[in-house]
């Protein structure tokens, strides 16, 4: 057996393989084409979630950060939980910027992303295209209306579509 002196630090050793991804995923298809011709940054989203306009955390919400495919399906790149204090970890995502097209801005780049946030007792929350820019966190606290007595759950979902901005139609 061996024991380890308590003057001597401890030393860990990563146990994690390197696996070969596989390329099976339309979107990581995509994304792998865009790598080819594209810049890929990093930007991160920060999401609280809290409810009676944000005086009180909801411990135990699903937080979901997907991107739609052309054909309209959905692919979750983050399925999280929420803890104690409403919180869920800063989640990192690609920022793709194609330099060769003219329709998108040299200043102003960014890639969209949707939010899910569900919890049990409250109306599921959407915000559709919801913008991510290159080493830039955007923080999003949502604030959950709970279900009426009697109410259901899937019948109030609420859902925000951020709109295009007067930058993007003057980049065309």
Not at 112 to 121: D, F, H, M
Request: hydrophobic share 35%; net charge negative; glycine share 4%.
């Amino acid at each position: 057996m061996y024991r380890r002196n308590r003057n001597t630090p401890y030393l860990a050793r990563n146990k994690i393989k390197k696996t070969q991804t596989t390329t099976e995923s339309p979107l990581l298809n995509e994304v792998i084409l865009l790598e080819n011709s594209s810049r890929i940054q990093t930007g991160y989203v920060n999401v609280t979630v809290n409810t009676a306009l944000g005086a009180l955390p909801v411990p135990d919400a699903v937080v979901t950060l997907y991107v739609t495919d052309p054909e309209g399906n959905e692919e979750a790149l983050y399925h999280l939980v929420t803890d104690i204090s409403g919180k869920v970890p800063r989640m990192a995502v690609p920022v793709v910027y194609d330099p060769e097209n003219p329709l998108e801005s040299s200043e102003y780049f960014f890639t969209t992303y949707n939010l899910r946030v569900q919890a049990i007792g409250y109306y599921t929350q959407n915000i559709i295209d919801l913008r991510v820019f290159p080493d830039i966190t955007t923080n999003f606290n949502i604030n959950l209306i709970p279900v009426r007595q009697g109410g259901d759950e899937d019948t109030g979902q609420r859902t925000l579509i951020i709109p295009s901005s007067p930058i993007d139609e003057s980049n065309v």
